[in-house]
C-alpha cells in the first residue's frame, strides 16, 4: 500500500493504475487531495467552487466499481479540478464574473461529460480571471491566485488556478484553456505542463464563434503522460463543434520513442516581434546551450509575423464583441476593466478589419509552416517575464518596452496561436529570480501525437538535470510566507453556492 502522505505526489498515471490493480482506493486518493486543498490551498488560492461532500460519493460508487471488476475509464477514481469557465452541473460556475456568481447549471459542459464519463471524480472549480481575460488570475468573486514558489507573485492566467493547484499536489488532473496562452503561461510561471492541442482535437462546443482556431480546451499536468492521459479522454468528434473531427483518441497515450539526436530544432528568441526581458533571454540562452547536445541540428530561425500584433487584436476582439454586447448595452460598469477593454477594442473594429486580419493571419500560418520542411520542432520561451506581483494587474513594460495593452505581454504565446499549431510547455528548471522557467515547444502542423513524443522525450532528458528538471515548490516555506496582502483581498462578498439552479452559462465564456 501507498502512504497517505505520499499518494498525492504520484503522477496521474500512476495513479490510475494504482486504482485499477487495487493497491489505493479511489477514496482514500480523493481525502488525501482534500487534505492537501485544506491545507494549502489557503496560501495560494487556487480552488473556487467546491463539493467535496458530492466528490465522496463519487468516490465511494468509483471504488464498489473496482471491486467488482466493472470495466473502468481512463481517468476513473481521479480527483479532477475543472476551470472555472467549464458548466458543471450543479456546482458554481462563475468564470470569475460578478455577473455568474450564483450560476449553478443543470448541466455539464461536453468537456466535463466526457471527463465524468471517463471516470474523473470532480472535486471543485480551479480560479480564473474574470471572465477568462487575461494572464493574471484574479477576480471579484474568488480573489487572486499566488504563484506556489511565492503567493506574492501571480500565477500565470487564465489556467492559473489548475496550474497552481497541480504545482502543490492538490489534485492530479486539471483542465485548461488557451486562446492567447492561457494554459501555456500559467504551466510555465508554476512549473507543470501544459498542451494547447491543435483546434479541434478536443472539442469545446461552449465556443460563441466555432469557427475561430484561436480557442481551444486541453490538458494541463505534472507530467506529458498526465496531459496525454486527459487528452485521451476528451478528445475525438463532437458535432457542436464545426471544428472537430474523428480521431483514435486512445492512440495519444502510447509514446513512441524519439531520438533526440535525430531531430533538427530550431529556436527563436522573439520571434521578431515580440518583447522579452533580458533576463528571460539569458534564461532561455542558458537553457538552450545545455539542451543543443542532445540534438542533431539546433539553429535560430527567422520567420516573417508580419504584423500579427494588430491581426491577434482583430481576432481576439470578436469574440468579445459575440459575448459581450447585451452586456456592455445594458450595464457596462458591470464588466472589468479587461473585458470592458476588450469589448470596446472590438466594437470599433469594422468589416474591412476583421477581412484584413483574417488574411494575415493566414499568411502567417503559411509562412510559418514552411519552416517544418527544415526543422523538426521549433523551441521559444513561453513567457517574456519572470512572474511579477498579482497585485499588478499584467506587465505594462517588457524589457524597455512598453506594453499598448493587458495582454501585449503575451505574444510569445499569442502568436503562435496564429498558427495554429499544437504547442506545448515544458519545465525547464528555474530562472535567474529562482522562478519556474517554461519551454514552449511547437510541433508541426496538426502532428499533436509528434508533438508530445518529442516533448515527452525532452522531459525525460530533462530529469537527470538538475538546472533543467522541473522545480518542485517548497510547500513548507509556501505555508510561512507571509502573504501581502491577503489573496481573497479583492474579494467583495462570497458567492452563493446554494443558488437557485439556472440554466448556466454555457457559451458565454470568451477564453
Known sequence: MVESEEIVGLPATTLRR???????SPVELLDACIARIEAFDPFVNAMAATDFDAARAAARTAEIAVMRGEPLGLLHGLPTGVKDLEATAGLLTTQGSPLFRDAVPREDNLLVARLRAAGAIVVGKTNVPELGAGANTRNPVWGATGNPFNPNLNAGGSSGGSAAALACDMLPVCT???????????AAMCGVVGFRPSPGLVPSPRKLL???PISVVGPMGRTVADARLQLAATAGLDSGDPLSYPVRAGGFLASRAVDLSTLRVGWSEDFGVCAVDDDIRRTFRAKLDAITPLFGRCEEISVDFGDAHRAFDVIRAESFVAGLRAVYETDPASLGPNTRANYELGAAMTLADAAWAQGAQTAIMRRFQQLYSAYDVILAPTTPVSPFPWTTLFASRVGSEPQANYYRWLAL????????????????????????????????FRRDRRTLDIAEALEEAFASSPVLCRPRPDLTRLANTAIEP???SIVTAPPVLTAQAGAGNAGTSLV
Open 18 to 24: 494504482l486504482i485499477g490493480s487495487r493497491q489505493i
Open 176 to 186: 485548461g484553456s488557451d486562446t492567447g496562452g492561457s494554459l501555456r503561461i500559467p
Open 210 to 212: 466555432g469557427w475561430t
Open 413 to 444: 504565446t499569442y502568436v503562435v496561436t496564429l498558427c495554429t499549431n499544437p504547442a506545448i510547455t515544458l519545465p525547464c528548471g528555474l530562472d535567474e529570480n529562482g522562478m519556474p522557467f517554461g519551454l514552449q515547444v511547437i510541433g508541426p
Open 486 to 488: 491577503a489573496l481573497k
